[in-house]
């Protein structure tokens, strides 16, 4: 064992009473009509203390059947899960807050880093003598698991046929340390084992799961076959993972070793869809500097998935939706995303586990950040960028909503500092914590849903910024030295302690960090891991004339929520005549002043080209700056170096220039929000000039197309924003012989076809002096609807088509007199949308497209209407189209549209309907995106006490029943914030809290 090694294995030690060094899970059999499976499991379990007479295991749901010492000894157990009956005998306290304190304590109970467990089994007095020896026990449990309700998850359609030929599958599934829902274990990271799995299915069937596959055995009768699969390297429970259906095999032709699983019929989709993956695996190797740590790799594609990519041990379970053939542009995009951080994730998360889950930011950030590298090199380094800017935004808006978002919630003793980071400062609790955070973040079973989406953000982010600190050589050498550690450590026999290595801890990253970059990164760390809250900058900027100086102001304002203090240097860039120049400013008080002395004179002297910080040189027309001042635009931290929130106020001549001239495209989309702010001419200018450039980043013009819409809207009385967009659209996408004549569709080239997309949908939200559309603008988009031609495009136009009639909706405005149940009272623009959309429906029907894109699309169209007061109010179609058995996508749409009809009709029968799609969908997705939808119509609901008791039970019923685990878990998730928890109905949560 190394020495490295060695000094890992004195900082870890077990919270629990035995090692665990090898498992064997047997599932004996899976039956699709009843949807459960029988199966037993064996640990293999090394005391660590003598006179220890209880084992204790994690299991939900599980029917326990026997318990077995060595296959010698009966023994005893007893079952207790105490998060079943959370509050459900209390009667006084009835508030949120109570609940999950409760709660909190009841996932504590069991908590296997506690050393605790839901099932307790006491060994026989007879085999004590091998606990006192601490010789290896072998503990035998048989267990059965029927209609899960979450962890596991079968997919049996509704027709004739056999199981295989109706292309019935299951698969597992579950957020942070969930095997314990489908299979007794111990059910944490820092509890690695080698394992042994055999799973019996139907001979039409086939198991793919972890490890190496070493045979497959047929039973006499020829009915039955085993799969037998082995994992010799040590990994935890929470990475096992188990798919059995009629599966297509497709053997990678760049990657014997890689494997891809598809449902029947979906072969060519396949085909197409992971071509690309090779070229992840060649960037990973190459820039960790070591091998994929397993012998092979397997991706399986199911339906009804709860998450699109789920990634376990050498297998990652994908949702099916995200096949695609070689005709679609959009989902590639997000496909070939999704698969790299799997393939990220197989390295650290998979091979390198987290030590507790306070570590868990690491594997989180260091995959998200491998997988933002490969995306670097994929898509461009303003894609990257664009993508490092999106999720900085999405953080600071969580945090100054919610409340700081902690990576590391335990303090840090580092080695050779006296002060433990991470306490003794007031700032944590009040940043960390704000009024809207009821739910406890120290444990992945009761943190929030979106506190662990932004908690993933910010650690990609935090270590961006490490990468930032130190280089990015130096952060992929930490990387490798850390696999080569796990590596090392893997290939030994189990001892205690042997596998530490392959357990990642905060403290030994930030060693490891300490001695490869040789920098002391306490204090930033300190910031950033261990207290929430991002950093505000309001800042604006005088030129002194007379000493052709800059003074320069910063505030801060540390004392609201999700606002944290900064101390330390901040770089501004000033784009000067001469050219660009960064200085630094140190932070060190709430009020910073700087004076930065200019290089440049006025441009009263000759004219010259203007350098910009890439070197290249341009000519600009300086007539709209002040004469007096060479300032161009001033940046501030312009590499976001920081988790930073900046608001500068600087003339809207500088944020013209800065939108025109500078290359770095978030500079650029700060230019284009900040011109909202300035609606006049010249900033109507400088958006039309970069929509049209076609060097421009794509993004960067579809946001300038938005942008153009609000400063349009703001000049109604004196710009025709409707007709300068129309014509804009004419000069890029018209036929070169007769411009007002849109050409036939050729997406070849991707940035214009995303911006062909955009224009549309951006000049649907142009209005008139009267609040309305106008009128030429709808006849435009019913002409691109009506003249779309698609015939000789090598690519769909789904998503195009999508996107117009969302144009449609987008020009539907509040209806003046009263909804009549006649077409005929109508007016025709609003009959003209209606039948667009009517027809385009109906047409789906028959030729339905990728995604079913345009039914989303129209559902969304009907529901505006309705809205509107141009349709009568009425949720019979959305309730159709909501059911079980349509495409997820669709239902969603539905599930939305009737969130938002309770939300204005206050219908308690509707909302009852949503609730039991919670409880009884079959697609977890479903349930858990109705959650967040409901969680986002704050403020909906207006009933007496006696109706929301009625409508909140309704809504129960669908959390527990619905057949799909996604759309129970998402109608839990839009409860979340719903105004009815303010009631005195909380009480009835108790009865359906879920996992």
């Known amino acids: 064992m190394s020495r490295g090694a060695k000094r890992q294995d004195r900082s870890f030690e077990s919270p629990r009473d035995f090692r665990l060094s090898h498992q064997i899970l047997c599932i004996t059999g899976v039956n699709f009509s009843r949807k459960s499976i029988i199966g037993y499991v064996e640990l293999h379990l090394l005391p660590l203390r003598s006179n220890v007479n209880r084992i204790k295991i994690n299991s939900k749901q599980c029917r326990i059947y026997r318990a077995c010492i060595n296959e010698v000894w009966e023994a005893s157990f007893l079952y207790s899960d105490p998060t079943l009956a959370v509050c459900q005998n209390e009667a006084k306290q009835h508030d949120l807050n109570y609940f999950s304190a409760c709660h909190y304590d009841a996932v504590s109970f069991v908590d296997p880093d506690k050393g605790n467990g839901e099932l307790n089994i006491k060994i026989p007095q007879d085999a004590m003598y091998l606990v006192n020896e601490q010789k290896m026990l072998r503990v035998s449990i048989e267990f059965s698991l029927e209609r899960p309700s979450g962890g596991m998850h079968f997919v049996v359609p509704e027709m004739e046929g056999s199981m295989a030929e109706r292309g019935a599958h299951m698969f597992t599934y579950g957020i942070e340390n969930a095997c314990r829902l489908w299979f007794p274990c111990i059910d944490s990271y820092s509890e690695p084992c080698t394992w042994k799995l055999e799973f019996t299915v139907d001979a039409a069937m086939i198991a793919v799961s972890c490890g190496d596959l070493i045979e497959t055995v047929y039973t006499p009768d020829m009915k039955k076959k085993t799969f037998h699969y082995v994992l010799n390297l040590p990994t935890s429970a929470a990475n096992i993972a188990l798919a059995v259906g009629p599966f297509e095999v497709l053997v990678d032709p760049y990657m014997p070793e890689v494997t891809h699983f598809c449902l029947p019929k979906l072969m060519p989709l396949l085909e197409h869809t992971t071509e690309y993956l090779h070229q992840a695996f060649d960037f990973l190797e190459e820039s960790l500097g070591t091998r994929y740590p397993f012998s092979y790799y397997k991706q399986v594609f199911v339906d009804e998935a709860f998450v699109d990519a789920a990634a376990y041990m050498s297998v990652t379970i994908f949702n099916t939706n995200l096949l695609h053939s070689s005709r679609i542009i959009d989902q590639t995009f997000l496909t070939r995303r999704l698969m790299a951080q799997a393939l990220a994730e197989q390295f650290f998360g998979c091979f390198i586990n987290p030590e507790t889950w306070s570590d868990a930011w690491l594997t989180k950030g260091i995959s998200k950040y491998l997988t933002g590298l490969l995306l670097k090199k994929t898509f461009g380094v303003n894609e990257y960028r664009y993508h490092i800017n999106r999720e900085l935004t999405d953080l600071c808006n969580y945090e100054q909503e919610i409340g700081g978002v902690v990576l590391h919630t335990d303090p840090i003793q580092l080695?050779?500092?006296?002060?433990?980071?991470?306490?003794?400062?007031?700032?944590?609790?009040?940043?960390?914590?704000?009024?809207?955070?009821?739910?406890?973040?120290?444990?992945?079973?009761?943190?929030?849903?979106?506190?662990?989406?932004?908690?993933?953000?910010?650690?990609?982010?935090?270590?961006?910024?490490?990468?930032?600190?130190?280089?990015?050589?130096?952060?992929?050498?930490?990387?490798?030295?850390?696999?080569?550690?796990?590596?090392?450590?893997?290939?030994?026999?189990?001892?205690?302690?042997?596998?530490?290595?392959?357990?990642?801890?905060?403290?030994?990253?930030?060693?490891?960090?300490?001695?490869?970059?040789?920098?002391?990164?306490?204090?930033?760390?300190?910031?950033?891991?261990?207290?929430?809250?991002?950093?505000?900058?309001?800042?604006?900027?005088?030129?002194?004339?007379?000493?052709?100086?800059?003074?320069?102001?910063?505030?801060?304002?540390?004392?609201?929520?999700?606002?944290?203090?900064?101390?330390?240097?901040?770089?501004?860039?000033?784009?000067?005549?001469?050219?660009?120049?960064?200085?630094?400013?140190?932070?060190?008080?709430?009020?910073?002043?700087?004076?930065?002395?200019?290089?440049?004179?006025?441009?009263?002297?000759?004219?010259?080209?203007?350098?910009?910080?890439?070197?290249?040189?341009?000519?600009?027309?300086?007539?709209?700056?002040?004469?007096?001042?060479?300032?161009?635009?001033?940046?501030?931290?312009?590499?976001?170096?920081?988790?930073?929130?900046?608001?500068?106020?600087?003339?809207?001549?500088?944020?013209?220039?800065?939108?025109?001239?500078?290359?770095?495209?978030?500079?650029?989309?700060?230019?284009?929000?900040?011109?909202?702010?300035?609606?006049?001419?010249?900033?109507?200018?400088?958006?039309?000039?970069?929509?049209?450039?076609?060097?421009?980043?794509?993004?960067?013009?579809?946001?300038?197309?938005?942008?153009?819409?609000?400063?349009?809207?703001?000049?109604?009385?004196?710009?025709?924003?409707?007709?300068?967009?129309?014509?804009?659209?004419?000069?890029?996408?018209?036929?070169?012989?007769?411009?007002?004549?849109?050409?036939?569709?050729?997406?070849?080239?991707?940035?214009?076809?995303?911006?062909?997309?955009?224009?549309?949908?951006?000049?649907?939200?142009?209005?008139?002096?009267?609040?309305?559309?106008?009128?030429?603008?709808?006849?435009?988009?019913?002409?691109?609807?009506?003249?779309?031609?698609?015939?000789?495009?090598?690519?769909?136009?789904?998503?195009?088509?999508?996107?117009?009639?969302?144009?449609?909706?987008?020009?539907?405005?509040?209806?003046?007199?009263?909804?009549?149940?006649?077409?005929?009272?109508?007016?025709?623009?609003?009959?003209?949308?209606?039948?667009?959309?009517?027809?385009?429906?109906?047409?789906?029907?028959?030729?339905?497209?990728?995604?079913?894109?345009?039914?989303?699309?129209?559902?969304?169209?009907?529901?505006?209407?309705?809205?509107?007061?141009?349709?009568?109010?009425?949720?019979?179609?959305?309730?159709?189209?909501?059911?079980?058995?349509?495409?997820?996508?669709?239902?969603?749409?539905?599930?939305?549209?009737?969130?938002?009809?309770?939300?204005?009709?206050?219908?308690?029968?509707?909302?009852?309907?949503?609730?039991?799609?919670?409880?009884?969908?079959?697609?977890?997705?479903?349930?858990?995106?109705?959650?967040?939808?409901?969680?986002?119509?704050?403020?909906?609901?207006?009933?007496?006490?006696?109706?929301?008791?009625?409508?909140?039970?309704?809504?129960?019923?669908?959390?527990?029943?619905?057949?799909?685990?996604?759309?129970?878990?998402?109608?839990?998730?839009?409860?979340?914030?719903?105004?009815?928890?303010?009631?005195?109905?909380?009480?009835?949560?108790?009865?359906?809290?879920?996992?």
Request: aromatic share 8%.
């Open 415 to 995: 080695p050779g500092v006296k002060e433990i980071i991470g306490t003794g400062n007031p700032t944590v609790d009040e940043v960390n914590t704000g009024n809207n955070l009821y739910f406890p973040n120290k444990h992945p079973h009761t943190i929030s849903w979106k506190y662990m989406e932004m908690r993933e953000i910010k650690a990609h982010l935090v270590m961006r910024l490490i990468e930032l600190k130190i280089g990015q050589d130096l952060i992929l050498q930490v990387f490798n030295k850390l696999l080569s550690l796990a590596t090392q450590a893997a290939t030994q026999k189990f001892l205690y302690d042997t596998w530490s290595n392959m357990l990642i801890s905060t403290l030994g990253f930030l060693k490891l960090l300490s001695t490869v970059s040789g920098k002391d990164l306490n204090a930033f760390l300190d910031q950033w891991l261990c207290r929430g809250g991002i950093v505000q900058f309001q800042g604006s900027f005088h030129f002194n004339r007379k000493r052709n100086v800059v003074e320069l102001e910063l505030r801060q304002d540390p004392g609201r929520t999700g606002i944290a203090r900064y101390v330390g240097p901040l770089q501004v860039t000033i784009q000067e005549l001469d050219g660009s120049f960064t200085h630094t400013l140190q932070v060190e008080d709430n009020l910073t002043k700087g004076e930065i002395t200019c290089h440049s004179k006025s441009r009263r002297h000759k004219k010259k080209k203007i350098p910009l910080i890439n070197g290249e040189e341009v000519d600009m027309d300086l007539s709209a700056m002040d004469a007096d001042s060479p300032v161009l635009w001033i940046r501030v931290d312009t590499e976001m170096t920081l988790l930073r929130q900046v608001i500068f106020q600087q003339p809207d001549y500088q944020w013209q220039y800065q939108l025109r001239y500078e290359r770095d495209i978030v500079a650029q989309i700060e230019a284009i929000q900040n011109l909202e702010n300035f609606a006049s001419q010249p900033s109507v200018g400088t958006l039309t000039e970069t929509i049209e450039n076609d060097q421009c980043f794509y993004r960067v013009r579809m946001t300038a197309a938005h942008s153009l819409t609000k400063i349009a809207n703001g000049l109604v009385a004196s710009y025709s924003g409707h007709t300068a967009m129309i014509a804009i659209f004419k000069r890029l996408f018209g036929a070169y012989s007769c411009p007002d004549i849109v050409r036939q569709n050729k997406f070849s080239n991707f940035q214009s076809y995303f911006l062909q997309k955009t224009i549309p949908v951006a000049l649907a939200k142009i209005r008139n002096a009267h609040g309305l559309c106008p009128k030429e603008s709808l006849a435009f988009l019913v002409e691109l609807i009506k003249y779309n031609d698609n015939n000789r495009n090598k690519f769909s136009d789904n998503y195009y088509r999508a996107a117009l009639i969302d144009a449609l909706t987008g020009t539907v405005t509040p209806a003046v007199a009263m909804v009549s149940t006649s077409t005929e009272s109508l007016t025709p623009e609003t009959k003209q949308v209606l039948e667009e959309v009517t027809r385009c429906l109906n047409l789906e029907k028959l030729l339905p497209c990728y995604h079913h894109t345009v039914t989303v699309a129209c559902l969304k169209a009907i529901r505006t209407l309705q809205k509107n007061g141009h349709l009568p109010s009425d949720p019979t179609l959305f309730q159709t189209y909501a059911q079980y058995g349509h495409f997820m996508e669709i239902r969603l749409a539905a599930l939305e549209a009737l969130v938002d009809y309770v939300k204005v009709e206050t219908n308690a029968d509707i909302l009852s309907w949503l609730l039991d799609i919670v409880e009884q969908d079959p697609v977890p997705t479903h349930r858990k995106t109705y959650c967040t939808t409901h969680a986002n119509t704050q403020s909906s609901f207006q009933f007496t006490v006696e109706t929301n008791a009625d409508i909140l039970s309704w809504l129960l019923d669908i959390v527990e029943q619905d057949p799909v685990p996604t759309v129970r878990h998402t109608v839990l998730h839009m409860l979340i914030r719903n105004p009815l928890f303010n009631l005195q109905l909380r009480p009835m949560l108790t009865s359906c809290h879920g996992y």
